[in-house]
C-alpha cells in the first residue's frame, strides 16, 4: 500500500482568503488525483496530474505535482464558502491496480 | 446520465446477519471497486474488479466478498458482519485501471451500522 499523507487535517478561513492543502509521500506516483467531497455524497474529481513538476489550474484552484511525482499540492484563491469540502488526493502506481487515498482535509469557508 | 447506483443508502443490521450492497455503473466501464470511508482513515479499498469474473483484494479485504458477473453490477457481500464493519461504503468505476490516468466515478454511498 502506498501512503499519502494530508495536511493539514482541518482549516477553517474567512471568505476571500487563500488556502493550500498539502499531499505527501515516500512513493512515486504515475498520476495523482485530487478529489472534493461534500456531506451525503461520493467524492468527484476535480483534476489529475501526471507529468512531474505539472501545475494546472482550474479557476481559482491551482495543483502542482512535484517534480519527483511524491507530493502535490492544492492551492485555493479568494476562497468562497462553496469552496466548503473534503478533499483527497489519490494516486495510482504505475503497476498498481488500485488508487490509494489520503485520509482529506476538511475546509471550511465562513461567510 | 452516467452514473454509479449503489442500494441501499442506509442499512442498520444486527451481528451475523448477512447482507448485500448493490452497486450498478451505466458507463460500460470495466474497472470497478470498493471502498470504506472512516473518519480519520480516508478512503481503503476493500475489493476491486479489472473486468467480468476478474477481481482482486484491496487493501483491507477481511470480512467481504464480491463477485462479478456481468460488467454493470459489483455487488459487496458481507457474509457474517461484525460491529466493527460498521462504516460508509462507495463504490467506484472507471473506463480503465486508476494507474492510467483515468477518472473515478463514485456512488453516493451506504452508510452501514452493524450492532
Known amino acids: 500500500t502506498q501512503l499519502l499523507e494530508q495536511s493539514p487535517q482541518f482549516l477553517s478561513i474567512q471568505e476571500g482568503e487563500n488556502l493550500t492543502v498539502y499531499c505527501n509521500s515516500s512513493?512515486?506516483?504515475?498520476?495523482l488525483q485530487w478529489y472534493r467531497q461534500e456531506p451525503g455524497e461520493g467524492p468527484v474529481l476535480l483534476v489529475t496530474?501526471?507529468?512531474?513538476?505539472e501545475v494546472k489550474k482550474l479557476k481559482r484552484l491551482t495543483f502542482q505535482f512535484g517534480d519527483a511525482r511524491k507530493d502535490s499540492s492544492l492551492h485555493i484563491t479568494a476562497a468562497q464558502t462553496g469552496d466548503t469540502g473534503l478533499y483527497l488526493c489519490?494516486?495510482?502506481?504505475?503497476?498498481?491496480?488500485?488508487?490509494?487515498f489520503g485520509a482529506g482535509t476538511t475546509v471550511t469557508v465562513r461567510a | 446520465e452516467a452514473q454509479v447506483t449503489q442500494n441501499p443508502r442506509y442499512l442498520i443490521t444486527v451481528t451475523g446477519k448477512k447482507l448485500t450492497v448493490t452497486c450498478s455503473q451505466n458507463?460500460?466501464?470495466?474497472?470497478m471497486s470498493w471502498y470504506r470511508q472512516d473518519p480519520g482513515l480516508g478512503l481503503r479499498q476493500i475489493y476491486y474488479?479489472?473486468?467480468?469474473?476478474?477481481?482482486d483484494k484491496g487493501d483491507v479485504p477481511e470480512g467481504y466478498k464480491v463477485s462479478r458477473k456481468e460488467k454493470r453490477n459489483f455487488p459487496l457481500i458481507l457474509e457474517s458482519p461484525s460491529p466493527n464493519q460498521t462504516s460508509l461504503y462507495f463504490c467506484?468505476?472507471?473506463?480503465?485501471?486508476?494507474?492510467?490516468?483515468?477518472?473515478?466515478?463514485f456512488g453516493q454511498g451506504t452508510r452501514l451500522t452493524v450492532v
Open positions: 467506484a468505476s472507471s473506463l480503465s485501471n486508476p494507474g492510467w490516468d483515468t477518472e473515478a466515478f
Open positions: 512513493s512515486v506516483f504515475s498520476s
Open positions: 496530474v501526471v507529468t512531474g513538476g
Open positions: 489519490a494516486g495510482a502506481g504505475s503497476n498498481d491496480y488500485k488508487l490509494s
Open positions: 458507463m460500460n466501464h470495466e474497472y
Open positions: 474488479s479489472m473486468n467480468v469474473e476478474v477481481t
